[in-house]
């Protein structure tokens, strides 16, 4: 399984972006997919997890009400709608897919694929 991620850039305070993970190879319908990210000199740290239905929904506490994880399982992707972006939101942003999973967790050893992540910089 490949896990693609695009639509990272340089934006500014306040602005969205919409990031986009396709998947390729192996392909598994009932999984867990989600988001991570890492700012420089940190832990990596989860942003937002989706079941395969796109109900069930995980986010951290930092992004409430700010991101939307979505999926789209004809097309095998999963987006990150990333409103009221901040400085704090700086990291390499990495999608993964958890196999075996029904729900999301914020765990990283339980995502056993990882795309190769893209760079979201907001400048103040």
């Known amino acids: 399984v490949q896990l693609q991620a695009s639509g990272g850039g340089l934006v500014q305070a306040g602005d969205s972006l919409r990031l986009s993970c396709a998947t390729s190879?192996?392909?598994?319908?009932?999984?867990?997919m989600g988001w991570f990210r890492q700012a420089p000199g940190n832990e990596r740290e989860f942003v937002a997890g989706t079941d395969w239905t796109g109900a069930n929904t995980k986010y951290a506490d930092s992004v409430k009400g700010r991101f939307a994880i979505s999926r789209d399982n004809a097309k095998n992707t999963c987006d990150l709608q990333m409103n009221s972006l901040t400085p704090e939101d700086t990291a390499v942003y990495y999608c993964v897919l958890d196999p075996q999973g029904r729900s999301p967790t914020n765990v990283p050893q339980n995502y056993d694929y990882w795309g190769q992540g893209t760079l979201v910089t907001v400048s103040s």
């Open positions: 190879g192996r392909t598994f319908t009932y999984v867990v």
